[in-house]
């Protein structure tokens, strides 16, 4: 069975930081690039199968760094410096050539003094 399972959401003031983490499990992970996901399927960041390539959305470069463990089959997003308009729900997903994709259900992050 394959489960994406985010977690590190939560309350925090403008300016402060969350570290998201997602656990998979059920697919080959160290073959998948994995993505971070917020409101509208809006691309927050994305991280290639093997680490070595990564990609930001330009409204969170320099503030948000992805990162993953294929030991662990976990990635993570560390954001920085938060903004309001970072409040969102974050998700997870999974991705490869020729294979089908995979989403978790979602860590709310919200921003608010």
């Known amino acids: 069975q394959v489960q994406l399972v985010e977690s590190g959401g939560g309350l925090v003031q403008p300016g402060g930081s969350l570290r998201l983490s997602c656990a998979a499990s059920?697919?080959?992970?160290?073959?998948?690039?994995m993505s971070w996901y917020r409101k509208e399927r809006e691309l927050v960041a994305y991280i290639s199968s093997s680490?070595?390539?990564?990609h930001y959305a330009d409204s969170v470069k320099g503030r948000f760094t992805i990162s993953r463990d294929n030991a662990k089959n976990m990635v993570y997003l560390q954001m920085d410096s938060l903004k309001p308009e970072g409040a969102a729900m974050y998700y997870c997903?999974?991705?490869?050539?020729?294979?089908?994709?995979?989403w978790g259900q979602g860590t709310q992050v919200t921003v608010s003094s």
């Open positions: 680490g070595g390539s990564t």
């Open positions: 059920g697919f080959p992970f160290s073959y998948y690039a």
């Open positions: 997903y999974a991705s490869a050539e020729d294979v089908r994709d995979y």
